[in-house]
């Protein structure tokens, strides 16, 4: 199956000329106050002390941590008579209420490998919501992977896959059905994923906001059906002396433990006992990023070149000399445009640190806003002084969520900038000025603004801030010259920011040239971890009923106990309720009702009943047959005497 192909992602985009309309709308630019600094300055001198702490530790040659090959699953030996359990699923069950979402894909590998297989994946919506494994059926035989991603190996031919994700606090994801063909060719097999019931439609919801498309069909704005298809194998030299410092990667054998004299490079063998864990924690985030890309419309390649910009995928990579934080880099000011354009946002940190929240967030006093900004900023960073290595990593996937809408907002920012009219300068001449009005009037020179130099401001306006981009804009806007990444670049005042942004920009082009795809060498080589011992698990043999329930209403008026002609009662609701809290409601045609129980469970509870009349009829549903419930009302007694 071909991945990262944009014919067959159906993205949805609000399609308008590429012309922009304005009017004046005048964008409030207020000072933001001063960085909160509660909440913060505790987790700093805790980050700092216990960052040197580690560095110096795993420094000394006793250094003896493990590090995992990517992509792989370590699983302990096979299991004896004493082993621990595999995990009990209960299919009978019905799902349990949850905000919780559990994902689970299947992946094929390209080109021509030895032996022929397929990577199941999975993971939940809530990263710090315990463990995630994975169970179906591959044709008929059983398998689970107690964890993800795990490899099951295939005969040639086809193979049907029915499959679905689990977790240990009782969340089921939805089922997965795909085909998979195993062909021989020459040099070994080629997998193919015929088909699979997948399927997202995705929302460019920066392009809706501009109401600009992306005419040029580029690639590096793509939305992808999978996580794995943003999946990279890029060197990143910091990241890689993050893992030697803390000692994740353990290069001990190494001249001076793999990195330079001055701690702040990899040498070119610690560079190598990094790779493995380098690949696999560049990619830990792609499913987060996937979401973002889902629910909030952020291109996927453009959120995780921004994670590797601003951090190389190290959660702790703190500036505090900045106040900026986390895989992101955000500071408060960043914080802020989000919380202005967030209300849910605003609401979710308020309650954390005011007891008032009924007043929106531009009506607060600004130290205040500064609270709820510390508080934001402070959930975005993962240095965890008692978490291993230091990091908390659940934290740092979560805050991926945080930095997509971050993002989002900033597009929205950009909107407005661009939207915002412009008073010319009063000492030009009177035609001039008249000519700038009325250019300006209608939002400036915003014709040749392409898709391209919108992604471009709105990563100046993440990076450097909004105010020192609306000067540029204006800028240009007061020139008469057309609002192009070229004429708004020359004018940024701020201190690299074009720099940033063109540095952004070359990263994004080159995305799909570090695309990754496990090889057929990587998966032999960890094959005798990887690979889950597929012992089908016990499951009890699920039955589904064809039983129907008849339910007939009638007036017994010859008090004979039979119904007869012109007795029956028409429209009468009926309520069928069962013990898995199922309802269903019908009104009675000639004085029947049929309930078709096809589907449902035999032997759960059902109750038959008239809403208000307090009659009913409780039973086990049968396996097949007809269940007759009858209620008979008596014709009420006549009086004899006249009063």
């Given at each position: 199956m071909e991945t990262g192909n944009k014919s067959i992602i159906q993205t949805v985009k609000k399609m308008r000329p590429n012309k922009r309309h304005s009017s004046f709308i005048t964008l409030l630019i207020v000072a933001v106050g001063l960085p909160a600094l509660i909440g913060i300055l505790a987790v700093q001198a805790k980050a700092n002390a216990y960052q040197l702490e580690t560095v110096i530790s795993n420094l000394q040659p006793a250094s003896t941590s493990t590090w995992t090959p990517t992509?792989?699953?370590?699983?302990?030996?096979?299991?004896?008579?004493?082993?621990?359990?595999?995990?009990?699923?209960?299919?009978?069950?019905?799902?349990?209420?949850?905000?919780?979402?559990?994902?689970?894909?299947?992946?094929?590998?390209?080109?021509?490998?030895?032996?022929?297989?397929?990577?199941?994946?999975?993971?939940?919506?809530?990263?710090?919501?315990?463990?995630?494994?994975?169970?179906?059926?591959?044709?008929?035989?059983?398998?689970?992977?107690?964890?993800?991603?795990?490899?099951?190996?295939?005969?040639?031919?086809?193979t049907r896959f029915v499959f679905r994700a689990y977790s240990d606090t009782g969340e089921t994801g939805d089922e997965v059905i795909a085909s998979v063909r195993v062909s021989q060719v020459e040099n070994g097999y080629l997998v193919t994923i015929e088909s699979v019931s997948q399927f997202t439609v995705f929302t460019d919801s920066c392009s809706l906001t501009w109401g600009v498309d992306n005419e040029e069909n580029v690639t590096w704005d793509d939305f992808v059906q999978f996580p794995y298809q943003i999946n990279t194998r890029k060197t990143l030299h910091y990241l890689a002396t993050q893992l030697l410092l803390t000692g994740i990667v353990d290069a001990s054998d190494c001249p001076a433990g793999g990195l330079s004299i001055g701690l702040d490079w990899p040498t070119g063998c610690g560079l190598e006992?990094?790779?493995?864990?380098?690949?696999?924690?560049?990619?830990?985030?792609?499913?987060?990023?996937?979401?973002?890309?889902?629910?909030?419309?952020?291109?996927?390649?453009?959120?995780?070149?921004?994670?590797?910009?601003?951090?190389?995928?190290?959660?702790?990579?703190?500036?505090?000399?900045?106040?900026?934080?986390?895989?992101?880099?955000?500071?408060?000011?960043?914080?802020?445009?989000?919380?202005?354009?967030?209300?849910?946002?605003?609401?979710?940190?308020?309650?954390t640190v005011l007891s008032d929240c009924t007043r929106p967030y531009l009506s607060l006093e600004p130290a205040q806003q500064a609270m709820i900004r510390g508080a934001v900023v402070s959930s975005m960073d993962a240095v965890c002084p008692t978490c291993p290595n230091g990091l908390d990593l659940n934290e740092a996937k979560e805050s991926v969520l945080l930095i997509g809408k971050l993002l989002e907002a900033n597009c929205q920012q950009v909107e407005a900038i661009l939207s915002q009219a412009i008073i010319p300068d009063p000492d030009v001449d009177a035609a001039t000025a008249t000519a700038a009005v009325a250019t300006l009037a209608a939002g400036g020179n915003t014709g040749n603004t392409t898709y391209e130099d919108l992604w471009r401001f709105t990563l100046s306006s993440y990076h450097n801030g909004s105010s020192c981009l609306q000067d540029a804009v204006q800028a240009v806007k007061r020139a008469r010259l057309p609002i192009t990444w070229e004429n708004v670049s020359q004018e940024l005042t701020c201190r690299g920011g074009a720099d940033y942004v063109d540095g952004f920009m070359s990263n994004l082009f080159s995305f799909d040239l570090y695309l990754y795809e496990p090889s057929d060498a990587d998966i032999l080589i960890t094959q005798a971890t990887i690979v889950p011992t597929r012992t089908p698990a016990p499951t009890p043999t699920v039955f589904i009923s064809s039983a129907q329930v008849r339910v007939q209403v009638f007036m017994d008026r010859n008090a004979n106990n039979l119904p007869e002609e012109g007795e029956w009662i028409d429209a009468m609701t009926v309520q069928l309720t069962t013990s898995t809290n199922d309802q269903i409601t019908q009104r009675t045609q000639n004085g029947i009702a049929i309930f078709d129980m096809s589907g449902f469970t035999p032997g759960i509870g059902i109750t038959v009943s008239l809403p208000g009349l307090y009659r009913s009829e409780s039973f086990e549903l049968p396996e097949q047959g007809e269940v007759t419930v009858t209620f008979m009302f008596e014709q009420p007694p006549l009086p004899t005497v006249l009063p």
């Open positions: 992509f792989t699953q370590t699983n302990p030996a096979p299991p004896s008579a004493t082993s621990t359990s595999l995990p009990v699923i209960d299919l009978t069950a019905p799902p349990i209420a949850s905000s919780l979402t559990l994902y689970a894909f299947i992946q094929a590998p390209t080109g021509t490998v030895a032996r022929p297989y397929v990577i199941l994946t999975a993971f939940a919506s809530i990263p710090r919501s315990g463990s995630v494994f994975i169970s179906g059926l591959a044709d008929s035989q059983e398998f689970i992977c107690t964890a993800t991603p795990c490899v099951i190996y295939l005969q040639p031919g086809s006992r990094a790779t493995s864990k380098m690949i696999e924690w560049q990619n830990q985030y792609d499913d987060y990023i996937w979401l973002v890309s889902r629910d909030d419309g952020i291109p996927p390649k453009i959120l995780k070149t921004l994670l590797e910009v601003e951090s190389q995928f190290w959660p702790g990579n703190q500036r505090f000399y900045l106040d900026e934080y986390g895989l992101g880099q955000v500071n408060q000011l960043g914080m802020d445009v989000l919380l202005r354009r967030d209300p849910a946002l605003y609401q979710k940190f308020c309650a």
